[in-house]
Nanobody
């Protein structure tokens, strides 16, 4: 069992930056892929970004490409999401996810692709 804990959400103005962090209880092969999703009120949970175990391969949703960066901090054992130039439409609960499968290309963008989830952290962007 992998436990995930997110941190770093908050309330910011449009154009600001936030950095989310996700700590996993294990660094073993069980977390082959880590990802961030978000869910706005009344909407389905949507894929934001994913990263492989080594941190060498990343993939982003078109809506955040160029503004968000996913990375692994091996010293801290976390997966971080740097969010720049935030927009009101980025307002959502952000979830960290971990999966046992290695994905390539456009795979690994469904909630069904991940086995473990954090409790979520709220990000609110005011206009």
């Amino acid at each position: 069992q992998v436990q995930l804990v997110e941190a770093g959400g908050g309330l910011v103005q449009a154009g600001a930056s936030l950095r989310l962090s996700c700590a996993a209880s294990t660094r073993t092969f069980t977390t082959a892929t880590m990802a961030w999703f978000r869910q706005a009120p009344g909407k389905e949970r949507e894929f934001i970004a994913r990263i492989n175990r080594s941190g060498s391969i990343t993939h982003y949703a078109d809506s955040v490409k160029g503004r968000f960066t996913i990375s692994r901090d091996k010293a801290k054992g976390t997966v971080d999401l740097q969010m720049n130039t935030l927009k009101p439409e980025d307002t959502a609960v952000y979830y960290c996810a971990a999966g046992r499968t290695i994905y390539a290309g456009v795979a690994g963008m469904s909630t069904n692709d991940y086995d473990y989830w954090g409790q979520g952290t709220q990000v609110t962007v005011s206009s």
